[in-house]
């Protein structure tokens, strides 16, 4: 090291800045002048605008924004937010329904102290004005709606309806198909209500649920824009239902509300010739609507199912979550979801239904929505009668149409990730087969031009398969003519919170691949693929929650699984690999399989809540889920022998000399005793933060216990190796914290030598690669990551674009037997955001820790940056090195209320403003140390550019 110090300076200073007084200093007059932040970015439970709100102690959330953008450690010392009936009232200061009064702290997400009385299907207003941190008052935010749900179950008026007498519900049932034979379509129903209004209407309120899934239509109009509602639960435990504003729907005279349904998950069987990956059954699908209208006068009106109600067989004669979708335009009966509609003697009454017995919840995730549109890249007809489109893109979504042709001809719509030899669609990828495969088909009217999508299923493809029309120009007399054909995008309506930018072409290649995967998955779970299972497999959960949160606004989509996996939780405390659970793998001698009983899945109950908590420091998921939590860690007590576990599937997916499957390179017993280790040790952190000492002390001990353990029957001092001394086996060591202090550098060593053996290649699977990325990236060992991100053989991400990947693979060698579109070995993203880029995010550490700037500039890499949105607003930090790469420059922005800590590559570095002059406080530094070999730099809000030399 040398002796000379470097000199690291501070850019682009701005204005200097005036500190608050210290935490707990006496009050004392504010200085005159305007606040400096006002509150920005207004949310309740994580939604804006939020409708069906069903807890009486909502959380209401904000962001700061500074005043002037040149300010710098801005903050908040108090908040007040009041909550009201009325907009009005608000606006003028009032909170009748709640008013927190003036309350000391930095705090951007409260929850009120009391319940409060709200009403169930009504809108309230709130408002939020906070202190500046030398606590001079703001003014309140403008004030912000919401609306409820139902509260409580006493307030659901409606009653379950169906077109006819429920189905017993099928046990929990074993993967095996030949047990189940066919079943015959049948045309899924239609339902609607007639209904007056004879005076001034000034809101109506809709609260509804369709099981499987539904499409709600007001006067002939959908209410909504999204599709494939509700999110799938176990239905026997939670519903969710939607609340929607229809004010401007309905209108003087008669009015109709129209529900059509699909099976979705409640009723899946098997049809001739369609794919389904297990059979079962919750009941006939049924639905449930509650009408609120409240009138100019102050009356109300109820419209609500039951059995006045009517009902008819619609045009989707085939609904199939996993088999595909078949309509029939001749059975399309126009208005009958408006007013008027003739022939009501074809209409029979609905029937009363059981409700399928789970809580009805408010649906709090962001729903299912067309995101994009794509267009064909080519078409190409590989045989007489036969048209393939390739949309460019591997995606979860569903083909449209627009066909002309005679009515009672049909258009078959075969979907597929790969081409064969001949150039036809196949869905060898998706296990489906000619005689058990997946397809949509239309039937078409002969009105004219028909535009026409499924609404009730969905499937991963780029490709379309077309028999039976042909492209305009090509159709042969009486032929049906496609007249266009596009594929919709859908996938959860999540907000986008990232973006990176790597200044690498491979890099940013494959951060677009693993973001189509994540986004193709997201579906109210995150589910494995969007083609041959759609299920939530759990590992992914945790395993990829850096992939999420660097990139979506996931943490109500993370409360969601969280209920899936209670609800999926067993009596002995075990988590099945899947939730919700709707097919049991279990072995022909009736007892749990690996693959439905892994410690590496089931522990997600415990880390992927504390992976949400450490993304926004909402403790609400901790508390929701600590109950469980402490039941699964007593299950996996109950399985130890030793106090290590050795059972399960563990590195699923590795790369070894067998085709992949259960783990090769890696014990079991490793992989399984790691992760409960780990899982220990943060269920102690868990109950330390919900002020439960007695157990976090005793989550620890049980830490230590299974961490010696482990060390002494699987750790090799003499050649510091894990196990089979696998990529995996020293990785998860290593980066959980297992590995003791002096083998440290010796493990990682040996872990960087197997990777250079292997050619800068990952052998690790889907359980052990995030735990390699990880410990290279906390070793400093960026230089290796690139080194395997930039291979181009397999196995690697390189492999899978050269293969033409659009999105992640379920192998590492984009095996075409294998899924083509699959939400696993994206782990990638915590590296190229939280190693390269360099921000890392943890609000449960320290304030001046919780946002931290540490980038890893290896060579080769030019530029990184990130624009992130915290829960305390948005971060950016961005880098580029000198022609020479002898300097780097790094543009720190941090927001208003929060602190962050800057490490810089540069040991030894006197930080100095620009000109040379000493940095003093004021101008937003508040603390300057070596640690690691960097400088750190601690800062308040607002802009920074630091230039430091590359050593």
Known sequence: MTSRRAVLRLLALGAPVSFARAEGAAQSVPPPGPCDVSPMMLQVEWRTAAQGIDLRRPRFAWALAPRDPQLRVLGQSAWQVIVGRSAHAVRAGRGDIWNSGRRPGGALRVTPDEVLPLSSQSDYWWAVRVWDQRGRPGEFSPPAPFTTGILRAADWRAQWISDGPDWPASPLPPPALNRNPPSAPRPMPLFRREFPLHKPLRRALVSVCGLGQYALHVNGEPVTGSVLNPGWTDYRKSILYDTFDVTALLRPGANVLGVMLGNGFFNVERYPGRYTKFVGRFGRPKLIVQLRLLFVDGSEQWVVSDESWRTHPGPIVLSSVYGGEDFDARRTLPGWDRPGFG?????????????????????????????????????????????????GENFSGWPVIAVRGAAGRTVRLLPGELLDAEGCVTQRSAAATPGDAVWFTYTLAGTGLERWQPRFSYYGFRYVQVEGAAPSGRALAGEPELVDLSGQFLHDALARIGTLETGQPMLQRIHGLILQALLSNSFSVLTDCPQ????????????????????????????KMLRDMMDSQ????????????????????????????????????????????????????????????CRYAAYLASRAQGDLLDYGLGDWFDWGPKPPGESQLTSKRLTASATYCRLLATLSGIARVLGHGADAHRFARRAVAVRRALNRALFNPATNQYG??????????????LVPARHRAAVLANLVADIRAHGNHVTAGDIGYLYVILALMHGGRGDVLLDILTQTTAPSYGYQLA??????????????????????????????????????????????????????????????????????????????????????RLRVEVPAGALATVAIPCAQAELVR????????????????????????TIGSGQYVFDAPLV
């Open 914 to 937: 620009e000109g040379g002059r000493p940095l003093r406080q004021r101008y937003g530094v508040l603390h300057v140390r070596e640690a690691g070999g960097r400088t750190r730099v």
């Open 803 to 888: 293969r033409g990947a659009t999105a992640l693979t379920e192998t590492w060698n984009a095996n075409p037997d294998n899924s083509q579109n699959h939400f696993m070995l994206g782990q990638a993203e915590a590296w190229l955001y939280g190693g390269l880029a360099g921000l890392r995010i943890d609000m449960h550490r320290a304030a001046s820790e919780r946002i931290r700037i540490e980038p890893q500039p290896v060579q080769g890499v030019r530029s990184a940056s990130v624009r992130y949105q915290t829960v305390l607003g948005e971060v950016v930090a961005a880098w580029d090195k000198s022609v020479d790469e002898a300097r780097l």
């Open 724 to 737: 089979g001394a696998s990529q995996t086996a020293n990785a998860m060591p290593l980066a959980i914290g």
């Open 532 to 559: 041959r299972e759609k299920l939530g497999w759990l590992e992914q959960t945790y395993l990829n929650a850096e992939t999420v949160f660097y990139n979506e606004q996931a943490v109500t989509v993370y409360e």
């Open 343 to 391: 022939a009501p003697e074809a209409w029979r009454p609905a029937t009363r239904v059981a409700s399928p017995g789970g809580q009805l919840r408010a649906q709090n995730v962001p729903p299912v929505s067309a995101a994009r549109t794509l267009t064909p890249v080519a078409v190409t007809q590989p045989r007489p009668g036969v048209f393939v489109y390739d949309l």
């Open 570 to 629: 067993r009596p002995s405390g075990m988590v099945p690999s899947i939730a919700p659970e709707y097919v049991a793998f279990i072995d022909p001698d009736g007892r749990n399989s690996a693959f439905r009983d892994s410690p590496e899945w089931g522990s997600a109950i415990v880390l992927s809540p504390w992976a949400a908590y450490r993304y926004t420091g909402d403790t609400r998921i901790l508390e929701t889920g600590y109950p469980a939590m």
